[in-house]
């Protein structure tokens, strides 16, 4: 029978998680048809000879070329279907989860892209929800909560109800496959970070929306494969990128200036991955060269 839903994986030294999200696929799915395909990232663990024991999905070995480049590859990978379930390999989904997603994508007309309601591992709302980025949003007054501050949306009544949302983190994504297709897939210029903003900002430059549903559930444990400074480096710089990209450069320097500031501040208080990330925003050389962004201050 035609698949409905093509699910992607992609696993860098994931051994400790990945065996739990497969294993919550089939009563996640329900009776939905389904593939699942994990691209490994070159991992050092266990994860491909953990994989290579499973007959429950298709497993594509490659070099470490960032998350889109995975997932891109992945969905190449994979048999046609109507939607793309785009998944972290330290997440785990609710039964019922993925057919209530793809129930939203095809109820609600110009939805391209999915969101469930996430939990943290010991059980707390997750909130996975995010405002654009904006000046205002660049970071130091989101304790003030207000919405033109603040980019993360902490408001627990706005995960209560089906709404759209400006993008969501993409641990758990539905994504209707022409939108997929249309946007050429993920920019994989991003390495890692920011790749699930500029979709599903590019979507909704081109007609469609992002909306959460609280109706489907998922945990995400975040970190899976590992958070240093060379990570927070690329998600710092990326920031900055997709605001330049977006913006244009008549705001991005001062753009650039605050986040140069509020990595100082976290510096200050005993930060010390902010220190890497610090230096590297202000000496090219010493960015991570995964990037492409080496060259100049201001990174494109």
Same mark, same amino acid.
């Given at each position: 029978m035609p698949l409905e839903v093509a699910a992607v994986v992609v696993t860098y030294n994931s051994a400790g998680h990945i065996a739990a999200l497969l294993d919550s =696929? $089939? /009563? @996640?799915f329900g009776d939905l048809a389904y593939s699942v395909v994990v691209v490994d990232n070159g991992s050092t663990d266990d994860t491909v000879q953990l994989l290579s024991t499973r007959s429950d999905c298709h497993v594509v070995r490659s070099t470490n070329e960032g998350y889109a480049a995975g997932i891109n590859r992945a969905v190449l990978a994979s048999p046609d279907a109507a939607a793309i379930l785009i998944l972290n390999p330290d997440a785990t989904l609710d039964p019922d989860a993925v $057919?209530?997603?793809l129930e939203v994508l095809r109820r609600r007309p110009g939805a391209g892209i999915v969101a469930p309601r996430v939990r943290e591992e010991d059980g707390r709302l997750s909130p996975t929800l995010r405002r654009g980025p904006t000046l205002g949003r660049v970071g130091g007054l989101s304790f003030t909560g207000l919405p033109v501050f603040t980019e993360r949306i902490e408001i627990p009544g706005e995960y209560d109800t089906e709404h759209e949302v400006d993008w969501a983190v993409g @641990? #758990? =994504? =539905? +994504? /209707?496959?022409p939108c997929f297709d249309a946007l050429h897939g993920l920019d994989e210029s991003y390495f890692l970070y920011s790749e699930e903003t500029d979709f599903s900002l590019r979507a909704r430059d081109a007609g469609w929306a &992002?909306?959460? &549903? $609280?109706r489907a559930g998922a945990m995400h444990v975040g970190g899976g494969s590992g958070e240093n400074a060379t990570t927070h480096t690329m998600q710092m710089l990326n920031r900055v990128r997709i605001y330049r990209r977006r913006a244009g450069e008549r705001w991005v320097w001062l753009?650039?200036?605050? #986040? +140069?500031l509020v990595e100082l501040r976290r510096a200050l208080l005993g930060s010390r991955k902010s220190w890497t990330t610090l230096r590297a925003l202000l000496r090219p050389p010493l960015r991570p060269p995964q990037l492409g962004a080496s060259t100049a201050l201001? $990174?494109?």
């Open positions: =696929l $089939p /009563d @996640a $057919p209530r997603m @641990a #758990i =994504l =539905l +994504v /209707d496959r &992002t909306v959460y &549903t $609280p753009y650039f200036g605050m #986040i +140069v201001l $990174p494109r």
